[in-house]
C-alpha cells in the first residue's frame, strides 16, 4: 500500500502567502498524497456502495487571487465530476484532516436529499457515530459532533438543504493535525475505511 500519512509540512502550507506559491506547495506536498489516497479509496468505495467510484482531486482552477485554505480528494460515481452528486471526500484544513460524505450546493435534487434525510433522522440517530460531526459549509472548517445535535437542528439542517439554494450538509469525521501528524499511512487508511464504512448508509438512503 503506497499511501504516506500527513506531517506537519504539509498542514503548513495553508500558511503560506500568496496564491502561486500556495499551490506551488500544494502540487509538490499534499497532491501525490490525495492521488494515491484517490487510487487507493476509488475501488473500496466501489465495493463498499456497489456503484463504480471515481476520484477528483481539488486543482482550485479557479482562484486567481486567493490561496485556498483547503484542499481535498472527492470520490463520485461519475469520471467527469463529482460536485453534482452526492459524494465521499478525504482533505485537509490546516487544523484536521477531514473525511466527509458531501451533498454540496451545486446538487440538482437537494429537495429529494433533506426530504429523505428528514424521515430518516432517528436512523441517522441509530447509525451514525456520536464522535461524527455535521456541517452546513463546506468552505468553513467548523463542524458540530453528532452527540451535540438535538433531533430538531439535525430537522434544521435537512430543512434548509430543500429550501435554501445554497445550503449543504455534511457528515463525516475530523482528526486534530496533532493526531495525524502521529498516523502512518496504513493507520490513515485504516481511520478513513472505519469512516467510509460507517457513512455508507447515509449515502444508500438518499
Known amino acids: 500500500m503506497n499511501v504516506a500519512g500527513?506531517?506537519?509540512n504539509?498542514?503548513?502550507?495553508?500558511t503560506i502567502d500568496g496564491l502561486e506559491p500556495r499551490m506551488d506547495a500544494l502540487k509538490s506536498q499534499i497532491r501525490p498524497k490525495l492521488e494515491s489516497l484517490g487510487d487507493h479509496f476509488a475501488s473500496d468505495?466501489?465495493?463498499?456502495t456497489g456503484n463504480e467510484?471515481?476520484?477528483h482531486v481539488a486543482k482550485h482552477a479557479r482562484r486567481t487571487v486567493n490561496p485556498p485554505n483547503d484542499t481535498w480528494v472527492a470520490f463520485a460515481p461519475d469520471k467527469r465530476g463529482y460536485k453534482k452528486h452526492p459524494h465521499f471526500q478525504i482533505g485537509l484544513w490546516e487544523s484536521h484532516v477531514f473525511?466527509?460524505?458531501a451533498v454540496i450546493y451545486e446538487a440538482p435534487n437537494k429537495n429529494q436529499i433533506g426530504s429523505s434525510l428528514?424521515?430518516?433522522?432517528?436512523?441517522?440517530?441509530q447509525s451514525i457515530p456520536r464522535d461524527f460531526v455535521w456541517s452546513?459549509?463546506?468552505?468553513?472548517?467548523g463542524a458540530v459532533k453528532m452527540s451535540d445535535l438535538t433531533d430538531n437542528e439535525l430537522l434544521h439542517f435537512f430543512e434548509r438543504l430543500q429550501t435554501v439554494k445554497k445550503a449543504e450538509i455534511l457528515c463525516g469525521y475530523h482528526i486534530p493535525r496533532e493526531e495525524a501528524v502521529h498516523l502512518t499511512g496504513e493507520e490513515l487508511v485504516n481511520k478513513v475505511n472505519e469512516v467510509f464504512v460507517k457513512l455508507v448508509p447515509l449515502y444508500e438512503l438518499i
Open 99 to 101: 473525511i466527509w460524505f
Open 6 to 8: 500527513f506531517t506537519n
Open 45 to 48: 468505495l466501489s465495493v463498499l
Open 53 to 55: 467510484m471515481f476520484y
Open 10 to 14: 504539509d498542514f503548513d502550507v495553508f
Open 136 to 141: 452546513d459549509d463546506h468552505t468553513k472548517p
Open 118 to 125: 428528514e424521515r430518516n433522522v432517528q436512523k441517522l440517530r
